[in-house]
């Protein structure tokens, strides 16, 4: 059974920081993208950060470029997204999903229904 678990989440000032993990289990990581999206109340969920530890590729939104950073520990089946400079609007409940990798591009990488796994989220808030 493939589960994914997030953590990391909490209440933060704006300008602060969070770590973000995504800790994987029944699925092998070479053979899996995974991503970071999030949704916050009244809006779609919005890819923010991918990883395809198959061959490295990284890919940030315009959103979050810069300022968060995604990283993957294969022996620990565990991908992290480190968020500084956090700022009011990017509060959300964020979750991690993971796709089966073909190779790059992964041109509907952003898309939410190409993900077969999701986590259960973890909630995010940053106040003014």
């Known amino acids: 059974e493939v589960q994914l678990v997030e953590s990391g989440g909490g ?3 704006a300008g602060g920081s969070l770590r973000l993990s995504c800790a994987a289990s029944g699925l092998s990581f070479d053979a ?3 991503a970071w999206f999030r949704q916050a109340p009244g809006k779609e969920r919005e890819g923010i950060s991918y990883i395809s530890s198959g061959d490295g590729r990284i ?3 315009n959103s979050v ?3 968060f950073t995604i990283s993957s520990d294969n022996a620990k089946n565990t991908v992290y997204l480190q968020m500084n400079s956090l700022r009011p609007e990017d509060t959300a409940v964020y979750y991690c999903a993971a796709a089966r990798w073909h190779g790059w591009p992964h041109i509907r990488r952003w898309v939410p229904t ?3 796994y999701w986590g259960q989220g973890t909630q995010v ?3 003014s």
């Open 65 to 67: 470029q810069g300022r």
């Open 11 to 13: 209440l933060v000032q």
């Open 114 to 116: 190409e993900y077969e």
């Open 32 to 34: 899996y993208a995974i």
């Open 125 to 127: 808030t940053v106040s």
């Open 59 to 61: 890919s940030y939104t």
